[in-house]
């Protein structure tokens, strides 16, 4: 009965492939984010949908295509990967309308590339 | 801005003292704050949140104090326990128009409780 939850927990992969990560959200919220937490713990948004609909995009490269099926799915398919495509990536939710509400993390997908 | 140190902030307390952990955020217009713990190998956890109309609010064993004249929150957790060994993030909301909101997340601070 995880609320968020992401697949694969690891990811070892080598450079130049493509791979996906999947999160889903069984809390009924409409709205779900990707993050990327780098070597440093540093957190950063990459985008953010509401109901199926892309709202935020942090000038990521389009090697990253989130795709959302459905409000309570979010994946995440990363094409040509790079050695600084490493990180750790979170997948979060919250409720429509977002503002003033707490965003509910996954438990990551740790990306590493070889 | 956000910032990017090459190291996380520390706080080192010994088990049973009371721990404040600060931070400083960036945007004057953010209305909505939050804290996070995150434990190795999780995700980051909701603590607890406060709206700039309030400069204090109290859950169980933290609190948090906003003063938005100098763009400075703080978390307080009482009786400092073991199990409250974390890196804790301070997120601003800056909204995002109505359908969704962004959450600019400090650096964190690792919290180290001393048995």
């Known amino acids: 009965d995880t609320a968020v939850s992401q697949t694969p927990k690891y990811l070892v992969t080598q450079m130049g492939n493509d791979k996906s990560i999947k999160c889903e959200q069984n809390l009924g919220h409409d709205t779900m984010y990707w993050y990327k937490q780098d070597s440093k713990k540093f957190l950063k948004i990459m985008f953010s949908?509401?109901?199926?609909?892309?709202?935020i995009n942090e000038t990521v490269p389009n090697r990253f295509s989130p795709k959302s099926p459905d409000k309570a799915h979010l994946n995440l398919h990363i094409n040509s990967l790079e050695l600084g495509d490493s990180a750790v990536y979170f997948c979060?939710?919250?409720?429509?309308?977002?503002?003033?509400?707490?965003?509910?993390f996954g438990d990551g997908t740790r990306l590493s590339i070889l | 801005g956000e910032s990017v140190g090459l190291h996380l902030p520390t706080l080192s307390v010994q088990e049973g003292d009371n721990s404040i952990i600060n931070c400083a955020y960036s945007?004057?217009?953010?209305?909505?704050f939050i804290w996070y713990k995150q434990e190795s190998g999780k995700g980051p956890q909701f603590i607890i949140d406060?709206?700039?109309?309030?400069d204090k609010r109290q859950g169980q064993r933290v609190t948090v104090l906003l003063n938005k004249t100098v763009k400075h929150l703080s978390l307080q957790i009482a009786a400092t326990q073991p199990g409250d060994s974390a890196v804790y993030f301070c997120a601003e909301n800056l909204g995002y128009g109505g359908a969704t909101n962004k959450l600019i997340f400090g650096t964190g601070t690792l919290l180290a409780v001393q048995p």
């Open positions: 949908y509401n109901n199926k609909e892309l709202i």
């Open positions: 979060a939710s919250s409720p429509a309308g977002g503002r003033g509400q707490p965003q509910h």
């Open positions: 406060i709206r700039s109309n309030m």
């Open positions: 945007n004057s217009a953010s209305d909505y």
